[in-house]
Structure formats: structure tokens, C-alpha cells
């Protein structure tokens, strides 16, 4: 199996930013990580962008028709809940 050659990827960082990173041991394996949290916790509709094209909003519409954004009980985050299921979280 061949391996694949890490590429060097930079940014810019405001003072804020490089004066938080300073006490950071490996920086390069913290923002590594960072990214790939990020990335992780992505809407997988917007693609992290927070706007929606045109299409998507269709395709959105057609989901809220039978799904609403509520309030979870117990932790308190929102999540989107199945009209169709009365709400009741899928078994495992």
C-alpha cells in the first residue's frame, strides 16, 4: 500500500490567536485535531457554510414538512424530531 505524502497546509492567525497557541506543546497536532472536530461536527446539509442554495432549501422544505427543530428534554440541545414517530428516539 503506497503512502500518501502529508501536504503543508498554512493560515493566517491574529495576535489573539498565536497568544493562545503559545503554551501549546505540539501545535501542529493540536490544530490538526481541532480541524478534524471540526469537520466531525459539520451540518451535512450546509457543509458548515451556514447558508443553504436554492436546491437545498427545496430539499429542506420536504424534510420540515413531516420533521421540527425542538428542544431536548433532557440535555437541552435541539434536535430535529420525526412528526412521523411521535418524537420518540429510534431503539439501538
Given at each position: 500500500?503506497?503512502?500518501?505524502?502529508?501536504e503543508i497546509i498554512t493560515?493566517?492567525?491574529?495576535?489573539?490567536?498565536?497568544?493562545?497557541?503559545?503554551?501549546?506543546?505540539?501545535?501542529?497536532?493540536?490544530?490538526?485535531?481541532?480541524?478534524?472536530?471540526?469537520?466531525d461536527g459539520t451540518c451535512?446539509?450546509?457543509?458548515?457554510?451556514?447558508?443553504?442554495?436554492?436546491?437545498?432549501?427545496?430539499?429542506?422544505?420536504?424534510?420540515?414538512?413531516?420533521?421540527?427543530?425542538?428542544?431536548?428534554?433532557?440535555?437541552?440541545?435541539?434536535?430535529?424530531?420525526?412528526?412521523?414517530?411521535?418524537?420518540?428516539?429510534?431503539?439501538?
Amino acid at each position: 500500500m503506497a503512502r500518501s505524502k502529508a501536504e503543508i497546509i498554512t493560515f493566517k492567525a491574529d495576535q489573539s490567536l498565536l497568544e493562545a497557541l503559545e503554551g501549546i506543546g505540539n501545535r501542529s497536532e493540536f490544530i490538526r485535531q481541532a480541524v478534524l472536530s471540526a469537520l466531525d461536527g459539520t451540518c451535512p446539509l450546509c457543509a458548515g457554510s451556514g447558508t443553504l442554495t436554492v436546491q437545498q432549501r427545496k430539499h429542506w422544505a420536504e424534510m420540515a414538512a413531516d420533521h421540527s427543530v425542538q428542544e431536548c428534554d433532557s440535555c437541552h440541545e435541539r434536535r430535529l424530531v420525526c412528526a412521523r414517530s411521535g418524537g420518540r428516539r429510534p431503539r439501538r
